[in-house]
């Protein structure tokens, strides 16, 4: 796999072995990064359901500071040998727990986040402790983007409201943004997806 974009673009990374994670594709990555653009930069991220840690190494080649939530202790190991060869582990932080739990911790710990990446098992989806504490996790003006199958219903996140939707073949991504920042643009006869 490649890094697509940022001061990284181009370097290799491995993804651990058999069905354990399902990395996001190339040309999903580089399509949420493209709507996203300029908010990236400088931008505090999370991403609950590492995997291959594909989407924290983009975030942190386009300058966000990233933490990567994953449970699995293989997927951990890859991880880590991955933010040595790529030179980003002073932009990564690895966080080795459940994504309930880290939602728990980082919620307790005050930490409000620019961008929220989810892309959880897809026959699971996320968990109602996940779904609730997403709000709490989130920036006033941030962004919580869901990854899921073409084939599932939109997710209904509390305090949260769909602000655009993406599909690339199987893979769709829900964008959600704060619902009061969602009714005051409304209110201003204002369209969100522009700030995007």
């Known amino acids: ?37 300029s908010r990236v930069q400088g931008a505090r991220w999370l991403d609950l359901y590492g995997g291959a840690g594909s989407l924290s190494f983009e975030a942190a080649s386009r300058g966000a500071f990233a933490f990567v939530v994953e449970q699995d202790s293989q997927a951990r190991e890859q991880i880590r040998r991955n933010l040595v060869r790529l030179a980003m582990a002073d932009r990564v932080e690895l966080l080795p727990v459940r994504a309930e739990r880290a939602v728990s911790d980082l919620r307790q710990r005050g930490l409000r986040f620019d961008v929220i990446v989810c892309d959880p098992p897809w026959k699971t989806g996320l968990s109602p402790l996940v779904r609730e504490g997403l709000q709490h996790l989130v920036a006033e003006d941030g962004w919580v983007v869901l990854e899921s199958s073409a084939k599932a219903s939109p997710v209904d996140l509390p305090g949260l409201a769909v602000a655009k939707v993406k599909r690339y073949g199987d893979t769709v991504l829900y964008y959600y943004q704060r619902r009061l920042a969602r009714e005051e643009e409304s209110d201003a006869g204002g369209d969100l997806s522009r700030n995007l």
């Open 1 to 37: 796999m490649r890094i697509t974009g940022g001061e990284a673009a181009g370097r290799r990374f491995q993804a651990p072995g058999g069905h354990r994670v399902r990395p996001t594709g190339a040309k999903v990555r580089q399509a949420l990064f493209n709507t996203l653009a």
